[in-house]
């Protein structure tokens, strides 16, 4: 029976790195899941927030004079789940 030491470090070396990269696609996947619920969360609380402000105002006014206020938490939010879906695609989308 021959050795084959140079092949078999190769086979190992192959089956470390793939196990890397499927640890990074798993982080892409988390990485997109959950970019994906803060944009989700994000946009129920606005339109939550929007539809308490169109009851309150909405007497008297027509619907081009009511202006959505711009929160902070709104605009961090949208920053940081799209950040995280474009991020976790990207990332996946380099480790095929």
Known sequence: MGHFPLSRKRAILQGEVMDSLVAEQVWAVVMFVLGSFILNTCSKWERADQAVLKE???????KSDIVKPRTLRGTLMTLLGAGLCLGGMILFLLHI
């Open 56 to 62: 309150s105002k909405s007497y008297g006014r027509r």
